[in-house]
């Protein structure tokens, strides 16, 4: 398993771009944090910082950390994926071990790293996959040998999942809840307290942030915008099942992977003699959090307000549970499934590397041109090209980010303009307000407003945005090679 864990995590290594579409946003917030007392990023200048008040937290300030001794906020980040790959499969193993199941079904865990959420860029969800299966394993091992550490351990891995990802801890509080009071059997109601004593200090997080959140009161930073709720038909949501796990990349491979995987658990699901199960009750355990994810996937709303694909996240967790279900029989019938689970996890990780290294190509000279800018400046990006031949889902959509991940400042379009980031603008320089969803569309470049504000455009795509006057300040162009080109606002 580790190495098929470790080849998981290989193509991340493999080149200096990847295709994850979020990913500058991260990383430019990681590269804020760790450079909050710089002068020249001037962070403090542009940044209020809200601790507490947000989710989003954890994964930026374990980034930020990181970033000292590795050097960048990019290479943090890798690190931070890196063991989150590995952590996939070796976190469904704790949970294997303590419900007494086969720990080589874990294998099916490094195939599971590479879906949609991880290719959006949805890592603060991504990471509170594995500590997720992880707290429910220490959810189980409390119940049925209660210690003081374990409490407080769980305690603790409850707390960083809250603010790591809600859509995770919505998942988790009613699952690990189950298992305190219900595990083997129900426990009497003066029981449930002292058995629910680890989601005492969540409990508490979760008043204050109801009442004080800006992802609940958007209209205490400025957000303006409906906070309209949309359903997906349940239909819908299955015909997207495939979607929203392994169809990330352009060719078919990534269906490949899931038929096999699929094939696999077919193998090991068939009807066959086994030997009787100890405790049955674990296995209906797992099924009726298999059944939560599954009610969560069909009945959450897809989209409130700004954040989207909200039903979706809980796809994976679904599959990654999945294989807790299953009891592979003995010798060479329960093994050869196994072994297409774990050819699957290195065909996956391939099918990652080549593409990755073929998108970083597709980039091209995107570095060069953007190090001619100047560090602490105002840059706003238009990105015309936003789509890659390899890789799904817009994945040069938030490039601009990478600016001020290597030289702080400012790049709009930014998480900063939404409610739900830790780290928010100064209202006496912040950037001239947009309508929402203004980065999918390059021409909202308004260059009597914004050009005042902006000290340089970085466009992406083969188009002079400049090329007709139009009323505000002027622009030279300062670089272009290949897609990209930078101008600087003339004085």
Request: charged share 15%; proline share 8%; with cysteine.
């Amino acid at each position: 398993m580790l190495a098929c864990a470790a080849a998981t995590a290989v193509p991340l290594w493999s080149a200096a771009h990847l295709p994850f579409t979020d990913l500058p946003q991260h990383v430019s917030a990681i590269a804020t944090l760790r450079h909050w007392w710089d002068p020249a990023w001037k962070s403090q200048e542009y940044f209020t910082l809200e601790l507490g008040q947000t989710q989003y937290l954890l994964y930026y300030l374990a980034g930020a950390a990181l970033a000292f001794p590795f050097g960048t906020a990019e290479r943090a980040n890798l690190v931070l994926l890196s063991a989150i790959a590995v952590a996939f499969p070796f976190s469904l193993r704790s949970l294997l071990r303590a419900l007494r199941a086969d720990t080589r079904l874990a294998l099916f865990g490094c195939t599971l790293f590479w879906s949609q959420a991880l290719l959006i860029g949805f890592f603060n969800y991504v990471a509170a996959m594995p500590l997720t299966i992880w707290a429910l394993a220490l959810a189980l091992r409390q119940t049925e040998l209660p210690s003081r550490r374990t409490l407080w351990t769980l305690a603790a891995a409850a707390v960083a999942l809250f603010y790591v990802h809600l859509s995770a801890f919505v998942f988790f509080a009613p699952a690990a809840a189950l298992v305190s009071i219900a595990v083997p059997r129900l426990a009497p109601v003066r029981e449930w307290p002292r058995k629910l004593l680890w989601a005492a200090p969540v409990a508490v997080l979760s008043v204050l942030w109801l009442l004080n959140s800006p992802v609940v009161h958007p209209e205490s930073v400025g957000w303006r915008q409906p906070m309209a709720l949309f359903w997906e038909p349940p239909a819908t949501s299955l015909r997207n099942l495939t979607d929203a796990l392994l169809d990330i990349w352009r060719g078919p491979q990534d269906e490949w992977c899931l038929l096999a995987l699929l094939a696999a658990i077919a193998l090991l699901a068939w009807p066959q003699r086994r030997e009787p199960e100890e405790h049955p009750w674990r296995r209906g355990l797992v099924a009726v959090w298999l059944a939560w994810a599954a009610f969560l996937y069909l009945a959450f709303p897809v989209s409130i307000g700004w954040m989207w694909q909200l039903n979706e996240r809980y796809a994976l967790l679904f599959a990654l549970l999945l294989p807790a279900l299953l009891r592979p029989a003995r010798g060479l019938r329960g093994a050869l499934p196994l072994l297409l689970a774990v050819a699957t996890g290195f065909f996956a990780a391939g099918t990652a590397l080549a593409n990755i290294r073929a998108f970083a190509r597709e980039v091209g000279p995107f570095d060069e041109v953007l190090a001619r800018a100047q560090p602490g400046r105002r840059l706003i990006g238009m990105i015309f090209e936003q789509n890659s031949r390899y890789a799904k889902f817009s994945a040069f959509l938030h490039f601009q980010a990478y600016y001020r991940a290597r030289m702080g400042g400012v790049a709009s379009f930014s998480f900063a303009e939404l409610p739900q980031s830790p780290l928010r603008y100064r209202p006496e320089n912040a950037p001239p307000p947009h309508p929402a969803g203004w980065e999918w569309h390059a021409n909202a470049f308004r260059n009597d407003v914004d050009g005042y504000y902006y000290d340089y455009v970085l466009v992406g795509g083969l188009v002079d945005p400049f090329a007709r006057p139009q009323p505000g300040p002027r622009w030279r162009l300062m670089a272009r090679e290949g897609r990209w080109a930078l101008y600087e606002k003339q004085q």
